[in-house]
């Protein structure tokens, strides 16, 4: 199934995780991808993947909590590609910790990271995708912004403001035709959950020491204990991004295997 064929493609977070998935799925369809992440390394250990893929996939680097950063790797990604038709901001970081000794500086990080960040390449992406053919931009949220997950505040909140910002810009921009969704993952195998962070971001372990991980999860109807793998997500957001999805916009789509059912 080649839903991608001719379709320019922008991936955040491709080294790693969700983002690598998708990137990966979404070539497999036949799309043309720039794949941005801050670690060369994860780029090409995605680059690796793609077997006979790899001449439509290219690697730029990008820090999606640097201002200059977004600017250029977007101009940069834009170019290569020739325009754009779909955005995927699957770039992020987790820090978890006891509320009471977070610091102001991991708090705002988190939150420049991931929500001013996926802001930014919005942002420096809509004059391509205005021109662009089916525009799409799928964000990520997370189960976090709905449901309660303990020494995850900042995440939460800064997922919430993602959650919150795609509803806005659906508004903003269907008179201009470009679709925004969001999917909400939970339970799901990444850099994240492992403590390693998304895309090279990582600024620390996932959990604080003394928390015990299992108890803040419920079970899984679907998979009992235990996380799916990337691929679980990376099909749904090839579909919203895709024609298939072309009357979506505005909303979320829980992945999560009913965790939160």
Known sequence: ?????????????????????????????????????????????????????????HPVIIDIGDEGSVRGGV????GILGGL???????????????????????????RVNLTGTFLMIREALPALQQGTGAAVVNFSSTSAGFAHPYMAAY???KGGVQSMTHALAAEYAKDGIRFTAVQPGSISSG???????????????LPDDVDYSLMMKLQPMLGEGFASPDAVAGVVAMLASADG?????TEIRIDGGTHA
């Open 156 to 158: 939460a909140a800064s």
């Open 85 to 111: 038709d779909v955005l995927v901001n699957a770039a992020g970081i987790l820090r978890s910790s006891h509320t009471a000794t977070t610091s102001l500086e991991s708090f705002q990080q988190i939150i």
């Open 1 to 57: 199934m080649n839903r991608y064929d001719d379709r320019r493609v922008l991936i955040t977070g491709a080294g790693s995780g969700i983002g690598q998935a998708t990137t990966l799925r979404i070539l497999a369809e036949g799309g043309t991808v720039v794949a941005a992440d801050i670690s060369d390394t994860g780029l090409a250990d995605t680059a690796s993947k793609a077997g006979s893929d790899l001449e439509r996939f």
């Open 192 to 206: 994240m959950t492992s403590g390693a962070g998304m895309s090279g971001q990582s600024v620390g372990p996932g």
């Open 75 to 78: 101009e940069e990604a834009v």
């Open 246 to 250: 072309a009357f979506i916009t505005g």
